[in-house]
T-cell receptor, first 114, second 112 residues
Framework: AQSVTQLGSHVSVSEGALVLLRCNYS??????LFWYVQYPNQGLQLLLK??????LVKGINGFEAEFKKSETSFHLTKPSAHMSDAAEYFC????????????FGTGTRLLVSP | DGGITQSPKYLFRKEGQNVTLSCEQN?????MYWYRQDPGQGLRLIYY???????QKGDIAEGYSVSREKKESFPLTVTSAQKNPTAFYLC???????????FGEGSRLTVL
């Protein structure tokens, strides 16, 4: 069965610092991987996704992630944090026959200090 | 604008009462999903539907029921059998075969 592990329930950075949110996955088939962002009391918004092809994926708001099969990882990065990046971030992997479902990690809350 | 509409955004219920959460989409997506979100536990799948008049249980279906009579609508009923129903509920629909989900704004249910 597919699963996702997000290391660190909270990550704190200063404005302008590098953002690194970690995600490791487990999948018996080539995975489709996703990062979503959630602001308080709102739904989830897609940041970026990896399906096939280029392993470095660029998303919205300056975020990017790299698929590393050898490390079973899909870490999310942003070179310079902004106050507006403070939110909860979820990594997810497609699962089920025909990738019918998404399995989510437990989330990482990003705190950005001035 | 195309999207997913969930209602109500906030709902209070007394113990022992059933409550139905609405989810409507105008994205013309075939598949729809209900997730439950609790602090520190991420999103857990309750039910999903790949096509009209068909749906499958997710990981935590006990105490919940759904229907899919129309492509646009996928309501979730939280029954009195759900032991801990206070949570944030998210509805989503799926585009194509890549697994990407589009989410509504969520409904927060509080049992008093």
């Amino acid at each position: 069965a597919q699963s996702v592990t997000q290391l660190g329930s909270h990550v704190s950075v200063s404005e302008g610092a590098l953002v690194l949110l970690r995600c490791n996955y487990s999948s018996s088939v080539p995975p489709y991987l996703f990062w979503y962002v959630q602001y308080p009391n709102q739904g989830l918004q897609l940041l970026l996704k990896y399906t096939t092809g280029a392993t470095l994926v660029k998303g919205i708001n300056g975020f990017e992630a790299e698929f590393k099969k050898s490390e079973t990882s899909f870490h999310l990065t942003k070179p310079s944090a902004h106050m507006s990046d403070a939110a909860e971030y979820f990594c997810a992997v497609s699962a089920g026959t025909g990738f019918q479902k998404l399995v989510f990690g437990t989330g990482t809350r990003l705190l950005v200090s001035p | 604008d195309g999207g997913i509409t969930q209602s109500p955004k906030y709902l209070f219920r007394k113990e022992g009462q059933n409550v139905t959460l609405s989810c409507e989409q105008n994205l013309n997506h075939d598949a729809m999903y209900w997730y439950r979100q609790d602090p520190g536990q991420g999103l857990r799948l309750i039910y999903y539907s790949q096509i009209v008049n068909d749906f499958q249980k997710g990981d935590i279906a006990e105490g919940y029921s759904v229907s899919r009579e129309k492509k646009e609508s996928f309501p979730l009923t939280v029954t009195s059998a759900q032991k801990n129903p206070t949570a944030f509920y998210l509805c989503a629909s799926r585009q194509g075969n890549t697994g990407e989900l589009f989410f509504g704004e969520g409904s927060r249910l509080t049992v008093l």
